[in-house]
């Protein structure tokens, strides 16, 4: 999968305007754009580790989750990509880095631009 040097990015949709089965759509739509960029290592639905043993997918992901791996020299431009999709989306986003963590809550451009800064500063630590 990914090697340990990439950045790993969590995006979870928080909305609570929008039910279990609205969050896993957006997340269906952003991981199949997210799939065909360059810029991303990996990415995927997060796998729920308390599914029971033979669960059909849709319950053995977890809803309005998805995971990405990324360098951290693409955070940048990735977040460009990201920034006019999740604009106005209530989401969190955790990253992951040198061994280091942080999650962010976000529902605007102001909050993804310091998202983007905050994981900046986490690479480059």
Known sequence: MADTSNVKLTITFTDPDLDDQDKDEEVQKLLAQMKDLHEVEAV???VNANAPERTKSVT??????????VKP?????LWGFLS???ANKVIEL???????????KA????????????????TNA
């Open 84 to 86: 006019d999709r999740l």
């Open 94 to 104: 955790e990253a992951e880095a040198n061994g280091k963590k942080v999650k962010i």
């Open 60 to 69: 053995g992901w977890v809803v309005a989750q998805l995971i990405a791996f």
């Open 44 to 46: 995927d639905r997060v």
């Open 73 to 77: 020299e693409n955070v940048k431009q």
């Open 107 to 122: 529902s605007s451009q102001q909050e993804l631009e310091a998202a983007v800064k905050a994981i900046q500063e986490l």
